[in-house]
């Protein structure tokens, strides 16, 4: 027998090479499916530990940074309600003042200014009622580094009349985080040192209920509380009121008047006394001489008291017809003025409340109203100051936001180098596997007639 055609012969070693190739084949065609219907190049970590470990740090970053962006949204709500309430008490503090300067009016009967004092006294209770105000979570809005829920306390009939209950100050922020809470201590409670809030009251000591009479006058004016004597009484005090309860009371009472002496000049003398005796130990404390023209309005200068001085105005003696004598003018023996701290915007309003309710004549309502609008006033400072506060926390968080939004973006394309898919270059790939499988597919399809027994037969 003679053959004239060699003919190639498929073995089973050929057989078995070219089913793995096509299973292989078959296989990476399925990842590059998986891949292309996910859009990750990486479905599992075994598909590439590397890339896996880097995509799962960048998406736990992600997950932190939502949770610090959740938080600070939480603070930015209660540091703006916390603002928004500031403007309220500014709002009701603004209205107080209006009514204060409706009572210096000289028209006023005694009933009259009785009614604006009720009036003052319900706008009180508002801007207390406004200091511990909640936020939507029930905590307060000024409460400080911690406090009770109701963060002032008040009126109380002793001295303090009004406490801040908590630990004042306020949170600092941090790189991702603004506070949940204002310094409510430094908004609403005065440090005597710091903001002079003090009230200053006239009296006679033989005067039935310490007041001054109608027949006389005697008025407080240029209050001043010089920077320079601040800083040297917050040092002295800062030793020598330790352990005090409260910033001391001072009492200037007039001593003697001389009007015969020296003719045509009246000499006066007061001591000043302090309550409780902090600074020295002892009272008075001071004692002072001054003296003016007799027959002539009064204009005396206090000093002697730590980090303050004003001036008192007196009436001249006044010829009583009726009575047919004159009435003693002043400053006269036995006058006290008393100095004693505000401590709280309450405490402002409560003795604007009782100087206005309670003045006997217009003499004693322009005192009043003087002292009251001077610490409204000062009030009003502080809670500006505060609010100030407040809108530069909001511009904070409005930059963190900032800051969180160009983090996510940075962890999101970390992720995504380490595990989104190329589309283009996947679909390439996927275009070459597919061709490449039916090639190989064709093929196997040709080797298998490649059999011994196709041959034979």
Do not use: C
């Not at 073995?11 to 998986?34: C, F, V, W």
């Not at 932190?64 to 009701?92: F, M």
């Not at 430094?186 to 040192?193: G, V, Y």
């Not at 303050?308 to 036995?334: H, L, Q």
């Amino acid at each position: 027998m003679t053959v004239n055609t060699l003919s190639r012969l498929g073995t089973a070693n050929a057989y078995d090479s070219t089913l793995r190739n096509l299973q292989t084949r078959q296989s990476d065609l399925s990842n590059l499916q998986e891949s292309l219907t996910s859009g990750k190049k990486i479905n599992r970590p075994s598909d590439d530990p590397t890339g896996a470990a880097q995509a799962e740090r960048a998406l736990n970053r992600i997950a932190r940074i939502a949770t610090d962006q959740r938080a600070l949204e939480s603070q930015r709500n209660a540091i703006a309600s916390a603002e928004s309430t500031l403007g309220d008490v500014t709002e009701t503090l603004q209205n107080i003042r209006a009514l204060v300067v409706s009572a210096g009016n000289g028209t006023h009967t005694a009933a009259e200014r009785a009614t604006i004092a009720n009036q003052i006294n319900g706008l009180r209770d508002r801007v207390l009622t406004l200091s511990n105000a909640k936020d939507s979570n029930g905590l307060p809005l000024f409460a400080a580094l911690g406090s009770a829920l109701s963060p002032f306390v008040g009126p109380a009939a002793t001295q303090p009349d009004y406490t801040f209950d908590g630990l004042p100050g306020q949170s600092s922020t941090d790189v991702y985080a603004i506070p949940f809470t204002l310094d409510g201590e430094s908004a609403f409670m005065h440090q005597p040192a710091r903001d002079g809030v003090f009230n200053i009251t006239v009296g006679n000591l033989t005067s039935p209920g310490n007041s001054i009479p109608t027949t006389r006058g005697l008025l407080t004016d240029n209050i001043t509380v010089t920077d320079t004597a601040i800083v040297a009484n917050t040092a002295a005090l800062a030793a020598a009121t330790a352990g005090a309860p409260d910033y001391p009371t001072y009492t200037v009472t007039f001593t003697t008047v001389d009007s015969t002496t020296t003719p045509g000049t009246t000499a006066v003398t007061y001591e000043i006394t302090e309550t409780p005796a902090v600074t020295t130990g002892v009272n008075p404390v001071f004692a002072g001489a001054a003296s003016y023209k007799t027959g002539e309005t009064a204009k005396i200068a206090i000093t002697g008291i730590p980090g303050m001085s004003f001036n008192i105005t007196g009436t001249p003696p006044v010829s009583d017809k009726a009575a047919g004598a004159t009435v003693v003018g002043s400053p006269a023996v036995g006058d006290v003025i008393t100095v004693a701290p505000r401590r709280s915007v309450f405490s402002v309003i409560d003795t604007a409340v009782n100087d206005i309710g309670k003045a006997a004549n217009a003499n004693a309502a322009t005192q009043a109203v003087s002292q009251a609008l001077h610490n409204i006033d000062k009030s009003m400072a502080r809670v500006s100051a505060i609010r100030g506060q407040a809108g530069d926390l909001l511009v904070r968080a409005d930059s963190i936001t900032n800051t969180n939004s160009k983090r996510n973006i940075e962890q999101e394309g970390n992720r995504s180098r380490a595990e989104d898919l190329d589309m283009i270059e996947a679909i390439s790939d996927f275009n070459n596997q597919q061709t490449g499988y039916q090639a190989a597919l064709q093929s196997y399809a040709q080797v298998q007639k490649l059999s011994l027994f196709n041959f034979i037969g």
